[in-house]
């Protein structure tokens, strides 16, 4: 147990230094890539691509999907007029860990504004049945060496990680300043005072002299745009709404009812077995299906947990940061292989990965029918992965009816429920697991910078940033888990570093007796081309089927995404930014 427990999790590492012994011919991946780009084209031809495809504009007969569920009652309060030192947008996990590290530099005065009733991002909003991290919680949950937590499974649950967060809020003294219920609705530069005034839906007034967005970029619920979604007659939720008063705790109140689910992605493949089990008869509404791997849990041994030493998170990342240990042979081979070769290698890796996953579903799925239904057709990557062990079998339950819509997704919904290829599904509970809108800057905060130039329109020409937190014309701002930063499967190891960074900006802020940190616009290009040049070097993103992950198959610039080197590639640069601070950033004195 303790072996495999000390284990960072790595489950893409697709070894392309490998002879291809006892693999099939090229062409057997020729051929799935064909697949591939034919369920691709698939998708794309039923509508326009693009992100246009759903709507976050949850307002009117549609707010009933934004509303929070889960806070007892609206907390009335006067307005707040005051200043801070730094204040964060959004509660969750950059927040947190950011908070600490400023804390361990010695800042005092933080506030937090959360559009929730309490700390936790996601993990506040998300309590649908079954919700879990699908990162190894050992990697996953921060400053565990800091708060001396550790977490009670291999895979946490969404209670346990949404305690952790109020645990973490509680230890560094976040809840004194919090403003709860609460959203911010501009955020706008003082030239002249050199602080940012920032006002919210509640008629606060607070005067900050940095400002840290840490709201992240999926946190807005979206809607599929479909004919008649307000027709329906039932009753209806988003999962991160989830309505416990319709469904019961334990969704008993389900045993009589006709359910519908629209989506089967990550948080549908952990609603739906709990779904299964408790409703009458369920409806699962598929457009394009998830991949879905095992997912090896465990409760933590405590035997191992009691003898975990000071530090033992920070070395276990860096272990994860440094990436599998490779011979000298592997080495070599791969810096002698052709740029070409590399791709073809890696391409045939991931092909064998995912048909492993393919030959799962037919090992567990009875229908075969249903089975083949159920496969995604598309690299490893192109889409969230998932990893559960009761999604599949599922499936074989009478009272569970799998529409397989070919990934054209249920276009009209009427009173009775979806209507799909000239049937009728009739259900009483119409549940959306539709995610999130993908942002680039703010939720619904207009951010306006020293110029009058607000963030969303400086980026309309295409995002421009110093490593993804930074931009210039806009001081005393940092983003975090924005683009133009490193993307990791397991995001807080980059919300982690994000932190760090931005802790060590504000003190050297503070230790020199500055005023404001801007960076420069040379920096700014810089890295606006180091983005440029570690992205599309492969068609990848656009042979993907349409997901979040390359904005539903729309064409985006290139500057327009993630930077795509690999982590400590990013470090090293945030680092070598943090050491050469005058080529890199300009200053205010005090």
């Known amino acids: ?106 800042v005092e005065s933080i506030r937090i504004v959360e559009r929730g009733a309490d700390v936790g991002g996601t993990w506040y909003w998300n309590r649908y049945p079954g919700v879990a991290c699908d990162v190894v919680s050992y990697d996953y949950l921060p400053l565990l060496d800091e708060t001396g937590y550790v977490p009670s499974r291999h895979y946490a649950t969404g209670d346990e990680i949404f305690e952790y967060c109020r645990m973490i809020a509680r230890k560094y003294s976040l809840y004194d300043l919090a403003m709860f219920q609460t959203t911010v609705t501009s955020t706008v530069w003082d030239g002249d005072a050199e602080v940012w005034r920032i006002r919210t839906d509640r008629g ?159 090992e567990v799925v009875e229908d075969p029918d249903m089975a083949e239904a159920l496969k995604p057709w598309y690299m490893l990557m192109c889409k969230r992965p998932c990893f559960h062990n009761d999604y599949l079998p599922t499936f074989n339950r009478a009272n569970v009816h799998l529409v397989d819509t070919k990934g054209k997704g249920i276009t009209q919904i009427t009173e009775a429920g979806p209507l799909f290829d000239g049937v009728q599904y009739e259900v009483d509970l119409l549940i959306y697991a539709t995610g999130f809108e993908v942002q680039q800057t703010g939720i619904y905060n207009q951010i306006v910078g020293e110029s009058g130039l607000e963030l969303n329109d400086k980026y309309s020409n295409g995002i421009r940033t110093l490593l993804g937190i930074h931009s210039a014309g806009y001081p005393n701002l940092f983003v975090m888990g924005g683009y133009q930063a490193f993307f990791a499967f397991n995001l807080t190891d980059v919300l982690n570093s994000q932190g760090e960074h931005i802790a060590e900006c504000i003190d050297f802020v503070r230790s020199n007796d500055l005023r404001s940190i801007d960076c420069l616009p040379d920096a700014e290009e810089w890295w606006v081309q180091q983005v440029i040049a570690n992205r599309h070097k492969t068609t990848r993103n656009r042979d993907c089927t349409p997901g979040y992950y390359n904005f539903e198959g729309a064409e985006n610039r290139r500057q327009d995404g993630n930077f795509n080197g690999n982590i400590n590639q990013y470090l090293g640069f945030m680092s070598h930014a943090r050491d050469n601070m005058s080529e890199n950033f300009a200053f205010t004195h005090r």
């Open 204 to 362: 606060d007034e607070i005067s900050a002299q940095f400002v840290i967005c840490a709201n992240g970029t999926l946190a807005k619920p979206k809607l599929a745009v479909i004919n008649g979604l307000e027709d329906f007659a039932g009753h209806s939720f988003h999962t991160s709404r989830w309505d416990y008063d319709y469904t019961g705790v334990n969704l008993e109140c389900l045993r009589d009812k006709r359910v519908g689910i629209i989506g089967t992605g990550a948080t549908a493949v952990q609603a739906i077995p709990q779904l299964g089990e408790m409703a009458k008869e369920l409806y699962v509404f598929q457009r394009t299906p998830s991949s879905i791997d095992i997912r090896d849990d465990w409760e933590t041994d405590p035997e191992w947990a009691t003898k975990l030493k000071p530090g033992w998170q920070a070395r276990r990342r860096e272990r994860a940061m440094a990436g599998p240990r490779l011979s000298e042979q592997q080495r070599a081979r791969r810096a002698a292989m052709p740029r070409e070769e590399k791709i073809r290698r890696q391409e045939n890796a991931n092909i064998d990965a995912m048909m492993r996953i393919h030959r799962r579903i037919d």
């Open 1 to 106: 147990m303790a072996q495999k427990t000390d284990k960072p999790q790595n489950v893409f590492n697709f070894d392309y230094s490998r002879d291809a012994d006892g693999r099939p011919p090229q062409s057997y991946y020729d051929d799935i890539k064909e697949r591939f780009a034919q369920e691709r084209d698939l998708r794309l031809g039923y509508r326009p691509p693009g992100t246009q495809l759903y709507t976050s504009d949850l307002t009117g007969e549609l707010a009933q999907y934004a509303e929070d569920p889960y806070a007892a009652e609206r907390i009335e309060r006067p307005p707040v007029h005051d200043d801070v030192e730094v204040l964060f947008i959004g509660g969750g996990f950059s927040a947190l860990l950011t908070s600490a590290r400023l804390r361990q530099k010695g």
